[in-house]
């Protein structure tokens, strides 16, 4: 009997091409495999606000892990299937350790007791903004409802999801290393795989990780099989619970040296070519 294989790729730098978007090639192969059984999905760091719209062409038919793991989102039904949120009394230490590195992260949250909206609220305390911030608020600010300026509503820091602060490298590092030594939250830091000069910071709830997210969703599936697909290093953690670890050329050394398997880059269509040889073999 044909082993049940889940197909988990990365975005940005390995579904996505240098235009970060899913060639049409690539959502056709996507597309034609999902209707014929194959289970294909994405784990990413992107809220399903910005994921969703890059996959509109692909037929997906198993939930999408995104925000690294601390939820999951069905692409079919645009909802939100499961979130793990900060504790408030974590939450209120994580912003205050920020603060002392005079960082003001974006805070993510569902500004709601009550379930999970489809939509995540984004607060930025100070109305001040470096340009990487910028940037970042200014390619968003029509998908996500942010309040710049704002610190967080009293009933949004009952569900925070996730932290995020970009900045130059020097900046941002000092305060990753602190968090990472007092070990009270789960955390990935990096630099940008195009501009080593600009770091960013996720920090989500304890026992949060793409690694984590891929085993729940094995065991949701039914799976007997993972293969995964990376190029940065929040990927090497679901490399170590896959059966099959992939890297595309384009990724970083340490990712190469973690996979079991180097592809082509990802302007190559490269993933998707892959999983079609593997499913269809």
Avoid at 30 to 50: D, Y
Avoid at 247 to 256: D, F, G, L, R, T
Wanted: with cysteine.
């Amino acid at each position: 009997m044909k082993a049940k294989t889940l197909y988990i790729s990365d975005l940005d730098g390995t579904l996505l091409n240098n235009d970060s978007v899913v060639s049409r090639h690539s959502a056709h192969i996507i597309s034609r495999l999902s209707e014929k059984g194959a289970m294909i999905t994405v784990a990413t760091a992107r809220t399903p606000a910005t994921a969703d719209i890059l996959l509109a062409d692909c037929k997906i038919n198993v939930p999408m892990i995104v925000v690294t793991g601390a939820a999951m989102w069905s692409h079919s039904e645009k909802r939100y299937i499961s979130a793990k949120t900060l504790e408030r009394s974590l939450l209120d230490t994580l912003l205050k350790e920020f603060d002392e590195y005079g960082i003001s992260p974006f805070v993510y949250s569902f500004d709601s007791k009550n379930g999970f909206p489809s939509l995540l609220d984004v607060y930025h305390k100070s109305p001040i903004m470096n340009p990487r911030e910028t940037d970042f608020f200014e390619n968003r600010k029509k998908l996500k409802k942010f309040f710049i300026g704002e610190d967080i509503s009293e009933k949004a820091r009952d569900n925070a999801l996730l932290l995020f602060a970009i900045g130059k490298t020097e900046s941002i590092m000092p305060v990753a290393d602190s968090l990472r030594s007092k070990n009270i939250c789960s955390m990935s830091a990096y630099p940008d795989i195009f501009d080593e000069s600009s770091s960013q910071i996720e920090v989500f709830a304890p026992g949060v990780s793409k690694a984590n997210a891929v085993l729940k969703l094995k065991e949701m599936t039914g799976a007997d099989r993972v293969v995964v697909f990376g190029d940065n290093l929040n990927d090497i953690s679901m490399m170590s619970v896959a059966d099959v670890a992939v890297a595309v050329e384009n990724a970083y050394p340490q990712v190469k040296e973690a996979a079991d398997i180097v592809i082509g880059r990802n302007t190559e269509d490269a993933v998707a070519k892959f999983i079609k040889e593997d499913f269809e073999k």
